[in-house]
Nanobody, 121 residues
Framework: QVQLVESGGGLVQAGGSLRLSCAASVRTFSDYAMGWFRQPPGKEREFVAAISRSGSSTVYADSVKGRFTISRDIGKNTLYLQMNSLKPEDTAVYFC??????????????WGQGTQVTVSS
């Protein structure tokens, strides 16, 4: 069983930065690949970024490539998403997720409750 709790969301102006964190309650954090997903208002949930179990591989949605960075601290059981050069279209509820299989699909096994990110123009 994996429990995930996101934090770090908030209101920021366009061009600003935020760092999201996701604390995982799990026996062995490195057993799970991790991902960030988001759900913009009135839209479906979409993939943002994922990181492999060891942290050696990452993948990003085209819309955030070059602006967002996913990372993990295995010693702290924590996942991060550094978001720079934020745009109003990045406004969404952001979710972290865990699964034993690394990838960009939406069908991760475990999900956090989400944290709101609002980018003002």
């Amino acid at each position: 069983q994996v429990q995930l709790v996101e934090s770090g969301g908030g209101l920021v102006q366009a061009g600003g930065s935020l760092r999201l964190s996701c604390a995982a309650s799990v026996r062995t954090f490195s057993d799970y690949a991790m991902g960030w997903f988001r759900q913009p208002p009135g839209k479906e949930r979409e993939f943002v970024a994922a990181i492999s179990r060891s942290g050696s591989s990452t993948v990003y949605a085209d819309s955030v490539k070059g602006r967002f960075t996913i990372s993990r601290d295995i010693g702290k059981n924590t996942l991060y998403l550094q978001m720079n050069s934020l745009k109003p279209e990045d406004t969404a509820v952001y979710f972290c997720a865990a699964d034993r299989i690394y990838g960009t699909r939406l069908s991760y096994d475990y999900w956090g409750q989400g944290t709101q990110v609002t980018v003002s123009s």
